[in-house]
């Protein structure tokens, strides 16, 4: 069965702090897609990244940084020198190959909450 | 306009009411969908619709019957609901070409109230 966890409920540092948010998942599916996304609290949730399952290269944009794994199925996200802008819930999701409507499967959020 | 847009963004109404959501995306995608997210409860996936046509619904309550008249728009009709059913409403849409592949692309959603 297809499964996304975040253990991490709610997270707080402190300006300038690294933070990690963890994400693991489960699919029998050798082609799946990961995602993160952003949950502002606007509402919308604003897509970060894609990976897919062929590609376990790293990726850092700024100061965001991403690290898939395979091994331990799972896909962490790093904000590194973080902001108050950053406070927010962190969605990570799952995409299976063998859909073909595209359907997400969320984990339950991370908040992040960044104090000045 | 830009992106995904949906109105109203907060709706309160009674049990016995009838309302509608409307979800409208501006990107030129053609797959739509309806989510629910409730407090401390991941996002739930209600409907998904792909060329206007219904391709999932995920065990969702008859009160809610979602329409989708268009590639363009999508709507949510509202009846009967129970206080559980408070929420927010989620719209996204996406490129059905690639699939899985392709992430989605969410409104502000629609925060429902059901007294």
């Avoid at chain 1, 940084?65 to 896909?75: G, V």
Wanted: aromatic share 12%.
């Amino acid at each position: 069965a297809q499964k996304v966890t975040q253990a991490q409920t709610e997270i707080s540092v402190v300006e300038k702090e690294d933070v990690t948010l963890d994400c693991v998942y489960e699919t029998r599916d050798t082609t799946y897609y990961l995602f993160w996304y952003k949950q502002p609290p606007s509402g919308e949730l604003v897509f970060l990244i894609r990976r897919n399952s062929f590609d376990e290269q790293n990726e850092i944009s700024g100061r965001y940084s991403w690290n898939f794994q395979k091994s331990t199925s799972s896909f962490n996200f790093t904000i590194t020198a973080s902001q108050v802008v950053d406070s927010a819930v962190y969605f990570c999701a799952l995409s299976e190959g063998s859909s073909n409507t595209g359907k997400l499967i969320f984990g339950q959020g991370t908040t992040l909450q960044v104090k000045p | 306009e830009t992106g995904v847009t949906q109105t109203p963004r907060h709706l309160v109404m009674g049990m016995t009411n009838k309302k509608s959501l409307k979800c409208e995306q501006h990107l030129g995608h053609n797959a739509m969908y309806w989510y629910k997210q409730s407090a401390k409860k991941p996002l739930e996936l209600m409907f998904v619709y792909s060329l206007e046509e219904r391709v999932e619904n995920n065990s969702v309550p008859s009160r809610f019957s979602p329409e989708c008249p268009n590639s363009s728009h999508l709507f949510l009709h509202l009846h009967t609901l129970q206080p559980e059913d408070s929420a927010l409403y989620l719209c996204a849409s996406s490129q059905t070409s690639g699939g899985a592949y392709n992430e989605q692309f969410f409104g502000p959603g629609t925060r429902l109230t059901v007294l």
